[in-house]
């Protein structure tokens, strides 16, 4: 019962979704609530469209990026990951990891995580970003709910 219920606020709050109904056969559409309203999702993915992704696991809250060299440095590549500990926009809910990739010319490679700017500035971005995004929803929201309610205009029907 505990995890039915564990399962059900994860769906309400978008970090889910349900299979077991299409698996039984269900013909319904089935009931998806994926990423699209969690902005630092959006955010990351949206920074990160430069390099292909081989992890991409909202429900784990991870993306990983495959190995990717820019070809300025053909025996460096970098691989990123980014981990969200939380669905909130703040500082301590990201998690950005960096691994660095030097292979000789035999093929035999060392990788190590390094710390570098990229990590900090890749943050900072996706924080932007979804801060940016989050403010966007917040003022179509706000306007919606001022057509409903004050009508087309912005002056009130008595």
Known sequence: MIIKLKREKNIREGRGFRVMGMIEGNKGGGNFQFASSNEMWRASLDLLDFTPLSNVDYSG????????????????????TIRFLSN???????????????????????????????????????????????KKQWDANAEKAQKKYWGASSERKN
């Not at 990739?101 to 970003?129: D, G, H, P, Y």
């Open 61 to 80: 809250g991870i993306i990983t990026t495959d190995w990717y060299n820019e070809g300025t440095a053909s025996e460096e590549s970098i691989k990123i």
């Open 88 to 134: 909130e926009i703040r500082a301590d809910a990201v998690k950005v990891i960096v691994h660095k990739r030097i292979c000789n010319k035999s093929q035999r490679c060392r990788t190590k995580k390094i710390r570098s700017a990229l990590e900090v500035e890749l943050k900072n971005s996706i924080l932007r970003v979804a801060t940016l995004m989050q």
